[in-house]
């Protein structure tokens, strides 16, 4: 299979064999990650491995149970304490706790995670990224002893594949993409962008079997309300601060 | 090549040939970025692609001429404008403009990003990561007309190398892989992890040239120092207000 064939079938796995990965081929996906480009070289990042029934146990409770079956989990972090820690022992300044850098750590964060994760697929394995490191950050942040100017922004369960998932939909291309300068939406140019979507079957049984109206009722009422949206920001907000990455 | 062997010998590139990218080949790299993971399917981000003289040339100013050889410049935006226009003509709820959602499409639009690269290198094709978005993203917005709702937060130049350039170090794995939980790092530590960046033949270079102490000094007070690192924050968090993604 090409690189370009490997990335076109892409599928996120959720159910995996109880299959170990192996030392050798971790540090071969760790690897691949560090190779992603980054910012200046500082490599604004630090991947915490977890694995052994315990620990696996005790960090998918934050995640609701997600990944339960994984020999493993990668929480992948932005991180300026090393960097930090590396200023200070040089004898220079430590400015890095602010907006601009946490977006910058949460970027090399993210290259990393994906350059790693186009290496598992290649090797064989299968992941899921799951966003809820951003509901839980500061109890995660506080198993994993993450000191401050570590935020974890990526978890992945990663293992050998037990299902074999349906590809899910995107959007096409025009949805995306914008020639010169953003164009602005017409109600016509919203509606087929998103015709194909709505039309998927996984999503139409979804939509029935939660007894929404439609799709986008299923994501801001069931999904993603407002009231949790907002209770979760803000708890993230606080813990940015005790991190050192918000004023 | 490998995937694996792709991903390990990427390189960034900075002067490029006058070739064009074909728009089949930029259509393949974009598939294969949106056929990375995101949140919930939403996926949250556009690319704007930039090209043409005067487009690139207006562009350029706003990261101090990087990339200005290369055909083509893609600027990646966090985005839930298109999705709220979705929301709203569907009659629900846009409750994503806050700090969880910029973190989120934030993600979204760097493994977006990240699969377009490792697609590009694939194709032939080399790419650099300007970091200088994020300095410049009230202008660059403005330049490239984005709405409230739309940040950019990763721009690439992109086209066919005209040069070679060597592979740049990293740090060794053990400085950024924790098993279990996050190492304290001793001073002891933070000296090996570094050494192999502090004596790389380049970094010494650099630092004779710019007459600094040490490497760290090249970084805090040459490319990254505080009084600039502070004002292009506030300048950032003004724009993220504006665009309705910090309250």
Redesign the interface.
């Given at each position: 299979m090409?690189?370009?064939e490997?990335?076109?079938?892409?599928r996120?796995v959720r159910r995996y064999k109880e299959k170990e990965i192996s030392q050798g081929v971790l540090?071969?996906l760790?690897?691949?990650g560090?190779?992603?480009?980054n910012?200046?070289?500082?490599?604004l990042?630090?991947?915490?491995?977890?694995r052994?029934e315990e620990?696996r146990k005790a960090l998918s409770q934050w995640h609701y149970g997600q990944g339960s079956t994984a020999p493993m989990y990668l929480t992948i972090?932005a991180d300026v304490n090393?960097y930090h820690?590396?200023?200070e022992?040089?004898?220079?300044?430590?400015?890095?706790g602010?907006?601009?850098?946490l977006?910058?750590a949460?970027?090399d964060a993210?290259?990393f995670?994906?350059?790693l994760?186009?290496?598992a697929?290649?090797?064989g394995l299968g992941f899921?990224?799951l966003?809820t490191v951003?509901y839980n950050a500061p109890e995660i942040g506080e198993?994993?002893?993450?000191?401050k100017g570590?935020v974890p922004?990526?978890t992945l369960s990663i293992g050998y594949a037990d299902e074999e998932p349906a590809q899910?939909?995107?959007?096409p291309?025009e949805?995306?993409?914008?020639?010169?300068?953003?164009k602005?939406?017409s109600?016509d140019d919203?509606?087929r962008?998103?015709q194909l979507r709505e039309e998927f079957p996984f999503n139409q049984e979804m939509v029935r079997q939660n007894g929404v109206?439609?799709?986008?009722?299923l994501?801001?009422?069931k999904?993603?309300?407002?009231k949790q949206?907002?209770e979760?920001?803000a708890k993230?907000?606080k813990y940015?601060k005790e991190q050192g990455f918000l004023g």
């Amino acid at each position: 299979m090409t690189t370009t064939e490997l990335l076109l079938s892409h599928r996120s796995v959720r159910r995996y064999k109880e299959k170990e990965i192996s030392q050798g081929v971790l540090e071969r996906l760790i690897e691949c990650g560090a190779r992603a480009s980054n910012t200046g070289n500082m490599q604004l990042y630090s991947v915490v491995v977890t694995r052994g029934e315990e620990e696996r146990k005790a960090l998918s409770q934050w995640h609701y149970g997600q990944g339960s079956t994984a020999p493993m989990y990668l929480t992948i972090c932005a991180d300026v304490n090393r960097y930090h820690l590396w200023c200070e022992q040089s004898g220079c300044d430590t400015p890095y706790g602010n907006l601009l850098w946490l977006l910058s750590a949460t970027i090399d964060a993210s290259l990393f995670a994906q350059n790693l994760c186009v290496a598992a697929e290649a090797e064989g394995l299968g992941f899921c990224y799951l966003g809820t490191v951003l509901y839980n950050a500061p109890e995660i942040g506080e198993l994993l002893k993450l000191p401050k100017g570590v935020v974890p922004v990526i978890t992945l369960s990663i293992g050998y594949a037990d299902e074999e998932p349906a590809q899910s939909e995107r959007l096409p291309l025009e949805g995306i993409v914008h020639e010169r300068e953003y164009k602005a939406y017409s109600d016509d140019d919203i509606r087929r962008i998103h015709q194909l979507r709505e039309e998927f079957p996984f999503n139409q049984e979804m939509v029935r079997q939660n007894g929404v109206r439609n799709l986008a009722e299923l994501f801001t009422e069931k999904r993603y309300p407002r009231k949790q949206n907002e209770e979760i920001s803000a708890k993230l907000e606080k813990y940015l601060k005790e991190q050192g990455f918000l004023g």
